[in-house]
């Protein structure tokens, strides 16, 4: 049986093309699978991992093999072996075609070792900044923003930190939204006083939930915002890209309103759904609000006209090939990968966006009061001045950013043209976290509707941590997920809360049985040896919940569930053993773990259950914010904790 090269019989596959060779299809019993490959020149395969074991057999050409970090160049007679679950794409730079041979196998002993040679922790950053969309302060934050980006975003902050790594939370308010400034129309309030009002809200609501920020950004409460947003627009005039256009404009004649964004309400021409002008949430797809079907006035409710309109825009089709090479090297989350590469491929490609704005609201550009920077680009670089500011200030990081996935158009297409077109590329994100909509009851949330339960409602209500593992086991991750009334009004009854707090009353009763000092280990049965071991491995499926691309909030409460769970049998079946006066040696070590399994879930918890876990990091005497250790070590013998129990009564609020 003979193969030949073939160009003509080639498929595209993996970014490059690709001829099957020789496998078990062809002759039965083979071991391996080959294919023939050619990378055109110029060109870069798709970056992928799999199971397997490959060689790549260099048949003619030259072209740098990307294996992880490292990269080899290739030349025609060479061979590299690639080992399961590396990442890897080949980069032909030459002007020629890079031909190859791929021989595959089924190698799961090989596998199994490569995944223990890359822990979960190894991957996640030594030095990070956890960016969470400003909110738009036009109004208080209910459940619903709590449970997308922000308790979620705190969760990956506290982690990292309880690891040694650098993590800084950066949020703010989003003062220069045209939402606020149709606030403030609809209310006949002043719409800076609409921002402040809402902002400190915001801020304070964010607080309470025990989200720690490190840098907020205020925009009205910054004498320097403006004049920054000058300078950055400066930098992004430069570009050959921003070019001067006259469009005809939705406009309401009776308000004298240019109609953009919040200003304008209208049916998506996409998908259907309710729009507002810009983006439509449903399906995350830009438009302009001139081409919404029955387009109207947010404020007066009238149909809107056109007028003609002068303004700056970016062509944003320029980037397009600089975006889908980012898009090959940036962590993010599958459904945000799909809103992308959509908008990549649709017909026409990417549509110029607007730069510039007629209004009242926003920083002001250029010599004419009318010409108000757009409030999307306002924030794009204050995202991109914060990146700077914490660069300068604290040195280098990887930024990471959790956001919903209606706004993936703009902080994963705009957020990245603005910065290159500015030449300020390093400051982008390398990492996106999405989330979907929170429903309750069935139905989104809905603040003119009065459909919501108020965050600062619900955290006055219940306590702080069962509000947040309430949350965060809801979180809408990949799909949008519902909460029913019952649960939203008194989400201080979380089954985690709940059942952790079960768990760690029984201390008390340990120290009246078998004394108030944490013991040594002594002799080990093999079910304490199989607990120890699984206090490693829950963490090691922990950490690797935490991966930007793995990323799931409602399986780290619902895994933390299974780790209480497993921490009450363990007690339960353990305490027989504690009565025979012969195992006193393996009742040692059973006490030890229990100990051990507090201190463990102090700093696995800590992220979701601040407070709780705060507490019973230090009734065991263990100071500062609790630890996630790579290797569990045990409490030092002799340890005594202060108080009977670890657990602080509940609040008055909750009495």
Known sequence: ???????DQMTWSYEMHLQSLLSAQDIPGLP?????????????SKRHAHQDGEIFFVLDGEAVVVLGDEERTLRKGESVYLTPFSFHEIRNESAEPFDLISVYWDDAAAAARALSELPARSQLPQNVRVFCPPPTPNGGLHLGHLAGPYVRADLFTRALRSMGRSARYVTGTDDHQSYVATAGRLTDRCPASVAKEAGDGIVRTLHSAGVHTDRLTRPLADPDHV???AAWFERLLASPAVTRRTERTAYCAGCDLSLFQAFARGTCAGCAADSDGEICEACAHPNQARDLQDVRCRVCHSPATTREETALWLDLAQFAEELRARLKKTQLSADLRAVVERLLDAPGGLAPYRLTRTGTWGSAVGEDPAQRLDPWVDLAFTFLEASRAETEQHGPA???LFLGLDNGYYYAVLLPALALAADAGEH????????RFLQLSGRKFST???????????????????VRASLLRAAPEGRETDMSWEVASGSGDDPLYGAARDWLSGFARLRERHGDTVPGTGAWTVAQREFYRQLGSVTEQLDGLLLPDAFSAR???RLLDTFVERAEEFRA???????VASQSEETRTSLALEYLAAKVFAALAWPVLPDLATSLHAWLGLSGEPVRESVWTFLPSGTAPATASPLHPKSEKNA
């Open 448 to 466: 003119s509707r009065g459909h919501a339960v108020w965050a600062d409602e619900a955290l006055a209500r219940g306590e702080r941590d069962a």
């Open 555 to 557: 399986g780290y409460v």
């Open 573 to 579: 079946t353990q305490e027989p053993l504690r009565a």
């Open 1 to 7: 049986m003979t193969r030949t090269f073939d160009r």
């Open 398 to 400: 990887d930024n990471a």
């Open 32 to 44: 391996f699978g080959s294919v023939f490959g050619s990378v055109p020149a110029g060109t870069t």
């Open 428 to 435: 982008l994100p390398t990492m996106y976290v999405t989330n």
């Open 227 to 229: 004049p920054t947003m």
